[in-house]
């Protein structure tokens, strides 16, 4: 049973082992606010911490997509206070490396991050840097929850930047994908086509407002060439699969953009045509976590440009976080999308 002084958490102990525990409760520094945490969205990022991959480094509370009440505030913070709903940037720079005096935060050399390397969301409580966190007053806490994911997406525009009435081809239509579908539209790409192999998530996918939906497979693939002979102006992938990231320069324009978002594999490679890259001008990006992209993410959520109810599935206690990691062992979780976990 929990005290006044502790609260229940969901702990990575190794790859493969959660467990839910019984921790103290953290109390804010200086420059620091404790959040009780109303939201956090599980990510594929949380399921390769939880398999102790990416970097992770054990034992761990994690979610970082996180959403909740301020209930402590230290030394020192300003302009944030006791009981406003915030959503959090996990992503905590040193401000003064080589990368961040370039303006890339998100690639500080003392990298930290709140769910990946630091307490995150998968707990009653935690503690974040002031500076991570945003008012998002006027919006529901699990509508909050996207604030990290969708600024993802923003960051994502940014380096991909899409001409306004462009084309686009995207594959894959889990969580990120049906968010990044959004944020084409919302930068003035004029049309997108999703492909995916799941038709509950090419439904939704057209609900959100793609052009056109096609089921993944070598008909797709055929249909493609016909549906646009000179090809998209943009191909992005959300799947992390190298051979998506492979088909890309396939069905790119001349002076098409290519965006790998997906997580793909650490080890993996793929096999690419110099010569098309060169010869047909294109233009290969990647783009990694977020960038200060908070903001933005909130003006979409609040304006409705960006709308992320239909992609929440399954909302669950924080008992629940182990099925959702390990959702091949629940036939229940077969078809989820974006699972919230509720801790409180």
Wanted: hydrophobic share 45%; glycine share 12%; with cysteine.
């Amino acid at each position: 049973m929990t005290t006044a002084a502790t609260m229940v958490a969901a702990v990575v102990q190794s790859p493969g082992r959660l467990e839910l525990q019984e921790v103290a409760l953290p109390h804010p520094g200086a420059g620091e606010v404790r959040i009780r945490v109303r939201a956090a969205g599980v990510c594929g990022t949380d399921l390769h911490i939880y398999r102790g991959q990416f970097g992770a480094v054990l034992p761990l509370i994690p979610g970082h997509e996180i959403a909740g009440v301020i209930d402590a505030v230290g030394p020192g913070v300003r302009d944030l206070a006791e009981g406003q709903l915030v959503a959090l940037d996990p992503v905590i720079s040193c401000g003064t490396c080589l990368h961040c005096r370039r303006g890339l935060r998100q690639h500080c050399l003392r990298y930290q991050a709140l769910g990946v390397t630091r307490a995150g969301g998968f707990a009653r409580y935690l503690v974040a840097p002031a500076t991570c966190a945003y008012p998002a007053d006027g919006l529901p806490a699990d509508v909050a929850a996207f604030a990290e994911p969708l600024g993802c997406i923003a960051w994502g525009m940014l380096r991909l930047r899409p001409e306004p009435g462009s084309r686009a081809l995207l594959y894959g239509a889990g969580p990120i994908g049906l968010l990044l579908l959004q944020g084409l539209l919302a930068s003035g790409v004029a049309s997108v086509t999703v492909v995916d192999p799941v038709e509950g998530r090419l439904r939704v996918a057209s609900e959100l407002g793609a052009a056109r939906t096609l089921r993944a497979g070598p008909e797709a693939e055929a249909a493609l060439a016909d549906l646009e002979p000179t090809g998209f102006e943009v191909v992005a992938e959300a799947t992390g699969r190298p051979e998506v990231v492979e088909a890309l320069p396939r069905h790119a324009a001349v002076g098409g953009r290519l965006l790998i978002f997906g997580v793909g594999p650490e080890e993996a490679t793929v096999r690419l045509n110099p010569y098309q890259i060169y010869r047909r001008d294109l233009t290969l990006l990647g783009s990694f976590s977020l960038n200060g992209n908070v903001p933005a993410a909130l003006t979409w959520l609040r304006s409705g440009r960006v709308r992320v109810e239909p992609l929440i599935t399954h909302r669950l206690p924080v008992s629940g976080l182990e099925q959702a990691l390990d959702f091949k062992s629940h036939p229940g979780m077969a078809d989820a999308l974006k699972v919230i976990v509720q801790p409180n």
